[in-house]
């Protein structure tokens, strides 16, 4: 367990120290952020702000886990390993879209095909991967068959393995990057869903079915393959998002940037992925979903009937609109996400209890 402490302090640690250093120099640089003018007026004053903030927490998460595993001397997993892959590789994509938007004055980016292009490779090769790497008791990181709390059903089989995973890391990254619209939101929704899974994560590893001859009932037990080290990794991530939240709540001194979104999304998904609570994340990342869900029906309603749901979309923006101030917004968010992951948990122990 003590991996668990040193990968979270450490990955916070730097964070803290380290994020001011990256915003002198995105400052240096000129690496503002480029405010849309069809954005609510009261975000004309975060013009220039340093963005690629998301480097920090990156950088710091995969230092932490090193370190973590050169300070314990334990191996790192090919779970944690891939979770992490996940991350950069996501991370680099947004870093493309982020770098164009700065030197090419381009709100939006990438290219919609070339942005999707470049999820769609990180997120195949992880999902390849993923069901390879068996451990000795023939476990992969990922599992073909369909997952809440354990596996459920009947094995989906890799090829729709693979589409069904592109479509979570697709989902949860464009969720994180919807959800990043005001100081600090999606930073501190983040850091309860990675607190979750690292608690998640210890349980799995307790109640193992590597353990299954010393647990009271072994037909409760999990089958994951690194469910400790998934427990790390996510431990990393929860301290180096909640240092960088030190820097990025209101005012902020520095955003994510797609950056930092999509690597969340995708360290959101892979730890779902790999846990085996892929339904689960639904309710764990309620908010991500809440807010993904009113750009959806904002479009599907202008489409259909020409009018809007909401004053603005995404849904955070539609209560600016309201008068609600942005701190009032972030914190009422984070109160809904909170109730999320209680409930989220909730439903984690209860569908562990049942089997019992």
Request: charged share 15%; aromatic share 10%.
């Amino acid at each position: 367990m003590r991996q668990i402490l040193f990968a979270g302090v450490i990955g916070m640690f730097l964070t803290v120290i380290g994020t001011p250093l990256l915003i002198k120099l995105l400052a240096r640089k000129g690496y503002g952020q480029f405010i849309r003018d069809d954005g609510p007026r009261g975000h004309a004053g975060k013009k220039g702000t340093p963005t690629m903030g998301g480097i920090s927490f990156i950088l710091a998460t995969i230092i932490a886990y090193a370190a973590t595993k050169a300070i314990t001397g334990e191996s790192p997993s090919m779970s944690g390993l891939l979770v992490l892959f996940l991350m950069a590789g996501m991370g680099v994509v947004g870093y493309l879209d982020d770098y164009i938007k700065i030197v090419k004055r381009r709100s939006l980016g990438l290219r919609a095909k070339a942005k999707m292009a470049g999820q769609l490779i990180v997120g195949i090769a992880f999902a390849v991967l993923a069901l390879q790497f068996s451990d000795s008791r023939g476990l992969t990181p990922a599992s073909t068959k369909l997952s809440f709390v354990t596996d459920f059903g009947w094995a989906i089989g890799p090829v729709l393995f693979v589409v069904w995973a592109l479509f979570m890391i697709l989902a949860m990254s464009n969720g994180v990057n919807l959800t990043d619209g005001l100081d600090g939101l999606a930073t501190g929704a983040a850091v309860m869903v990675f607190g979750a899974y690292t608690f998640i994560g210890v349980w799995q590893f307790q109640e193992s079915c590597v353990n299954a001859q010393t647990l009271t009932n072994p037909n409760a037990c999990f089958e994951v393959r690194d469910p400790l080290d998934l427990a790390v990794v996510a431990s990393a991530l929860m301290g180096a998002c909640f240092g960088f939240l030190w820097w990025n709540t209101s005012p902020a001194k520095i955003f994510m940037g797609d950056t930092g979104s999509l690597a969340l999304g995708g360290a959101l998904a892979g730890l779902a992925i790999c846990s085996r609570t892929e339904f689960l994340m639904a309710l764990l990342g309620g908010l991500f979903v809440l807010i993904t869900m009113s750009v959806v029906i904002q479009v599907g309603s202008f489409k259909l009937t020409g009018k809007r749901v909401f004053r603005m979309a995404p849904l955070q923006h539609h209560f600016e609109l309201k008068g609600w101030s942005e701190v009032l917004v972030v914190v009422r968010f984070w109160i809904i996400q909170g109730m999320c992951v209680i409930v989220g948990l909730g439903l984690f122990y209860a569908g562990w209890a049942a089997d019992k």
